[in-house]
Structure formats: C-alpha cells, structure tokens
C-alpha cells in the first residue's frame, strides 16, 4: 500500500483538477492548480508552484517508500 500512496495521490489530485474531487472547504494539490489555470494568462505562478510541490512531494515518497521496501 505504500508504495501505492503516490499513484493514490497523483489520481485524487487529477480528480480535484477537474473538479470530481474533494468539494469541501480543504484546499488540495489539483484544486490549487486548477484555480491557477484559470489566471495562467497572467499569474503562471499559481499553477506552477502547486505542480512543481506535487511533483516534489510525489517523487521523495516514491524514494522513501522504496528505501523501506
């Protein structure tokens, strides 16, 4: 199940971009990036930075899961 856990992070985040995830007051990954890419015109900043933390996020428990393994 660990080593799951970035899949299942990367799909809900997928979900929230599209708007089928969470619909609760809780800010996540996708809906932080899907509020940047209304404004990327002018703000690119909003969707890079959440992209580039879930990139990050996702890769280092990836290494960290398959250190325990």
Same mark, same amino acid.
């Given at each position: 199940?660990?080593?799951? #856990?970035? !899949? #299942?992070? /990367? #799909?809900?985040?997928?979900?929230? %971009? %599209? *708007?089928? *995830? ?6 996540? @990954? *996708? *809906?932080? /990036?899907?509020?940047? @890419? ?5 703000? =690119?900043?909003?969707?890079?930075? =959440? ?7 996702? %890769?280092?428990? !990836?290494?960290? %899961?398959?250190?325990?393994?």
């Amino acid at each position: 199940v660990a080593l799951q #856990f970035p !899949q #299942f992070l /990367m #799909f809900e985040s997928a979900l929230s %971009f %599209f *708007g089928l *995830g969470i619909q609760s007051s809780q800010p996540t @990954w *996708g *809906g932080l /990036m899907q509020d940047g @890419w209304r404004s990327i015109s002018s703000y =690119p900043h909003l969707i890079l930075g =959440p992209a580039l933390m879930l990139s990050l996020t996702v %890769f280092s428990l !990836q290494i960290i %899961f398959e250190q325990l393994r």
